[in-house]
């Protein structure tokens, strides 16, 4: 029964990764889409009814692309579970090789990698009571190599704010 209480626990989280992936990837995405529209536009001007079809075709297009990489990268995170920099690494090189190996899909590598490297920096920074032996840094710790420590705001009339 505990065997299959935790596969069922990680099915759940597998699927709130995927959730996460394709939510993150399509907004991205969706910008993106709407950045290459308003270039295309600019190079060459179009009917209003033209750009709208531009735009959505377009949003569509980067929005899917964009949500199956970062989804696939959560999967692949999930079941690798990078605890280092270079897990994190490996992890990203898998999810975006099929990006790579296509060239008119290469140009949302960038992109693609600006995800992983939020994502990355949430995982390496974030406080996780479930898993204590992975790579913590602390606001305490933040603060004592910004050489700074937190103070309480005054207002003009020197009342705490």
């Given at each position: 029964?505990?065997m299959?209480?935790?596969?069922r ?16 990837g ?9 950045v290459d529209t308003?270039?295309m ?7 209003p ?14 929005g899917?692309?964009?949500a ?22 490996a992890?990203?090189t ?6 790579s ?11 693609s ?5 939020v ?23 933040i ?13 003009r009339d020197?009342?705490?704010?």
């Amino acid at each position: 029964q505990h065997m299959v209480d935790d596969v069922r626990r990680r099915l759940e989280d597998l699927g709130r990764f995927v959730a996460f992936g394709a939510i993150c990837g399509s907004i991205t995405g969706f910008s993106m889409g709407i950045v290459d529209t308003v270039n295309m536009v600019r190079r060459e001007p179009r009917p209003p009814a033209a750009i709208f079809r531009l735009a959505v075709n377009e949003m569509a297009r980067s929005g899917i692309i964009i949500a199956g990489f970062f989804s696939t990268y959560q999967v692949i995170k999930h079941v690798v579970e990078p605890r280092e920099v270079y897990g994190i690494g490996a992890t990203a090189t898998a999810a975006v090789l099929p990006l790579s190996m296509l060239p008119p899909l290469r140009r949302y590598v960038p992109f693609s990698l600006t995800l992983v490297a939020v994502d990355a920096y949430h995982t390496m920074t974030a406080a996780d009571d479930d898993d204590s032996d992975a790579p913590q840094i602390g606001a305490s710790q933040i603060r004592r190599v910004a050489g700074g420590s937190r103070r309480r705001s005054t207002s003009r009339d020197g009342r705490s704010g």
